[in-house]
């Protein structure tokens, strides 16, 4: 059954990211008429919030864009950084958002940065149970099989619930950075109806992310209940 889910969530994951570069590699050919680059849109739209305590910062790698709130720092890879295109206009104004997020205190942004050593340790953990499973180490023979599928179902618990609080942000998100766009005149009606048939593919990442999360969950509880 295990195989069954992963299988079927590896499809899936993988059409919606197929999708994903399809669309940002579409749009990255159409540029804005503003002539704007990404981090140009990041610094105008965190001076439009009144936000002055928020880095740039070009990285490494594509679809690398985040925004870290430990360190304050919006985190564009070098195509968005210095692209003067749709898709960077999108994933800049979408990273943006969630800097607006963190200066307005959004609550699921502040759950979903409690949670993340909790996330981690939650990961970690379930790995070196996994790893010591495969390789038939004697300490795991030492409990009862009901016993590691509980601790699998609140550590797989810790990470649905992260996946799912990761939803209404990344969506808020994107809502927010349309809106700006829009409303800054930094993009024309057209433009923005692409930049959001491109965050919409990037959101969705995070449904099916949420999605699978969900399923290893309900299948450690049926197995606990066996």
Known sequence: ?????????????????????????????????????GKEIVT???????IYDVKIISVAGKLTD?????????????????????????????????AIQHAESYQW?????????????S???????????????????????ATIILVFVILQAVVTMFTLITIPVEFDASRRALIWLKSSNIAKQEEVLFAED????AASTYVVAALAAAAYLLYYVALLRD
């Open 109 to 121: 942004l502040q759950m979903r940065s409690q949670m993340v050593p909790m996330v981690n340790f």
């Open 44 to 50: 105008k739209m965190l001076a439009d919030h009144q």
């Open 66 to 98: 985040h925004y870290n709130p430990q360190d304050k720092t919006i985190n564009l890879s070098a195509d968005v950084y210095n692209g003067r295109h749709i898709s960077a206009a999108a994933v800049a104004a979408h990273e943006c958002g969630h």
């Open 123 to 145: 990961n970690k953990l379930m790995s070196i149970i996994m790893i010591l499973g495969l390789i038939g180490a004697g300490v795991l023979k030492m409990f009862p099989f």
């Open 1 to 37: 059954m295990i195989w069954i889910i992963m299988i079927l969530f590896m499809i899936v994951g993988g059409f919606v990211s197929s999708q994903l570069k399809r669309k940002f590699k579409k749009y990255s050919k159409i540029p804005t008429s503003s002539g704007m680059s």
């Open 198 to 201: 491109a965050l919409k593919w």
